[in-house]
């Protein structure tokens, strides 16, 4: 009997703790506080007759407490020590219950209140592309009181946090020395601050033709924000940059030493072609060829460069004369003529041309050597054994031709075409224009040759078949007005003469208008006008024909009476 009367009295108090908690509980607690049910535990959270206590809270969340304490994050801050956790964290709405309250929701959270301000590139993402529990600290993944899922504790500022380390350890940990938030790939490295200095060609030299993807990658963790790495990493270093050779190849294989500043700088790779003193090797660079670039002679590439013959001119120089003036046997060579300081013109001068057949003189002292010494064909040799034309220096007309076309013949003696010509200067020197048919005389003696005997188109020079007369040199000015019926040709003479060619003979009172009185005062121009020619090729006088009568030059006159 007393046995059940004290088990009636535990199901009764029981049966009013129950009523009890339902009637202190608002509802069930979230998933993470589940394991707090029930009234033995309200005052773990809850202190009697007092709201919620914050310190009660961080003696179950110590990771927090922990980066409170060290004033890390975003519940360091002053404005949200003022608040109580509630505030942000309620509970007793059901085991679905988010605990986690943003005022403007998530994505706009200003993140820079947790003391990192995402800038550039990170701005873009969204939350749950960092706050993933894989990126969490491996101190605070281990953490009883946190859940990697959802918490957003535990994310490092360092870069190599979340990015994989593509220089393998090989550059400084802190990547804002090259990369910014902005563009991953667009880096401000300043080579200038390194062990190796970039200068001159070097300067313009893309980076992976020194810096090769040779590096194994390390084993490391696969981050979820990149793809995984693939392929070989870039060495940056250590890299051997003391000599030229360690990136270089030495195209002279040692025979000019191991200091390469001897003759290359980093301003041009293919050399200096002052700095090498040639005159260390068996060919000095003597006049012009000072001047010329080594890859002229030493032609290929590399170590594949030649090294020219250097005893003769030929191996590098074509000779234009193919052979004809060099003569071994009498030790004649291309420096009999030619000499380093310039290959034009060439040293055999007047003294040494007058040693041969054709010696020169007057005149032929200033022509070219081109103008005689001429190539059969554009890429032919020049020709200097003319196969004895001209040079026996008898007949002129082997390089000049014969201008007349044997017109000359007559008036030439035994000195061939120096009869009237000379070697100091090609016109004809005096010649007595008496011998021929022609006398001149007047003013016909004052005028050059080539007045009367014109070049043609064909460059010959006429001496037979001009004409005598003279309308065969002279415009007939009077077009013809003194032409004697049955005469062909106008006799000039009747009023000219070779003295002067404006002074007439002429005798007005020879003509049938003889003048006299008055009319001898008269100016020529009074009666004879000009008018133009019928060609259009200017004007003449009028001589004839004209009238004789008064009224032919007065008009018609009229009487006092007017009869």
Not at 103 to 110: Q, R, V, W
Not at 156 to 165: E, F, G, L, Q, V
Not at 267 to 292: I, K
Not at 364 to 389: N, S, Y
Request: charged letters at 25%.
């Amino acid at each position: 009997m007393k046995r059940w009367v004290l088990s009636l009295f535990i199901l009764t108090l029981a049966s009013l703790a129950l009523q009890a908690h339902a009637q202190l509980s608002p509802g069930k607690l979230a998933k993470a506080h589940a394991n707090l049910e029930g009234i033995s535990n309200c005052t773990k959270c809850h202190e009697l007759a007092k709201a919620i206590d914050g310190a009660r809270c961080l003696d179950c969340h110590s990771t927090l407490a922990a980066r409170i304490k060290a004033k890390k994050g975003l519940h360091s801050q002053r404005k949200v020590q003022d608040k109580s956790c509630i505030a942000c964290h309620s509970d007793h709405h059901g085991r679905d219950f988010k605990m986690i309250r943003w005022e403007k929701g998530e994505e706009s959270f200003d993140h820079a209140e947790t003391g990192w301000k995402l800038e550039g590139r990170h701005s873009e993402l969204k939350c749950k592309e960092c706050h993933r529990p894989e990126l969490l600290h491996p101190a605070l993944a281990k953490a009883k009181d946190l859940n990697s899922r959802t918490t957003r504790l535990g994310l490092d500022k360092a870069c190599i946090s979340c990015h994989r380390d593509e220089h393998q350890g090989q550059l400084d940990k802190d990547c804002t020395t090259c990369h910014s938030t902005q563009e991953w790939k667009k880096t401000r490295f300043d080579h200038q601050k390194a062990q190796f200095t970039l200068g001159g060609k070097h300067a313009n030299v893309a980076c992976v033709k020194c810096h090769k993807a040779d590096l194994p990658r390390a084993a490391v963790k696969s981050f979820v924000v990149e793809d995984p790495a693939k392929g070989l990493a870039t060495r940056y270093q250590p890299l051997s940059f003391s000599r030229c050779t360690d990136c270089h190849t030495d195209p002279h294989q040692g025979r000019l030493g191991q200091d390469c500043s001897q003759c290359h700088s980093t301003e041009g790779f293919q050399g200096r072609d002052t700095a090498f003193d040639h005159t260390r090797t068996r060919y000095p660079l003597t006049g012009a060829h000072q001047s010329v670039k080594c890859a002229q002679c030493h032609k290929g590439q590399g170590a594949a460069r030649q090294r020219p013959a250097y005893k003769n001119c030929t191996p590098c120089h074509q000779d234009p004369h193919e052979g004809k003036l060099t003569l071994p046997a009498s030790g004649r060579d291309c420096a009999s003529c030619h000499d380093t300081r310039r290959f034009q013109p060439s040293l055999f001068g007047q003294a040494r041309h007058n040693e041969g057949k054709a010696k020169l003189e007057g005149a032929h002292q200033a022509v070219a050597c081109l103008d005689c010494h001429t190539r059969p064909a554009p890429k032919a040799a020049l020709r200097f054994d003319l196969g004895g034309k001209a040079f026996s220096g008898q007949s002129c007309v082997d390089c000049h031709g014969d201008a007349h076309m044997s017109q000359a013949t007559p008036w030439m003696d035994d000195k061939g075409c120096l009869s009237c010509h000379s070697v100091a200067a090609w016109k004809a020197r005096d010649f007595d224009h008496n011998r021929t048919q022609w006398r001149l005389e007047g003013k016909h003696q004052e005028q050059g040759c080539a007045k009367c005997h014109k070049v043609t188109v064909q460059r010959t020079v006429p001496l037979k078949g001009m004409g005598s007369a003279c309308v065969d040199c002279h415009k007939d000015e009077h077009q013809g007005q003194f032409r004697e019926e049955g005469i062909s040709q106008v006799d000039c003479a009747r009023c000219h003469s070779p003295r002067a060619w404006k002074e007439t003979s002429f005798n007005h009172d020879n003509s049938r208008f003889p003048l006299d009185g008055r009319h001898k005062d008269v100016a020529c121009v009074e009666c004879h006008a000009r008018e133009a020619r019928p060609d259009g090729t200017g004007d003449f006088i009028r001589y004839k024909a004209l009238g004789i009568r008064c009224e032919d030059c007065h008009g018609e006159q009229r009487t006092p009476t007017g009869d």
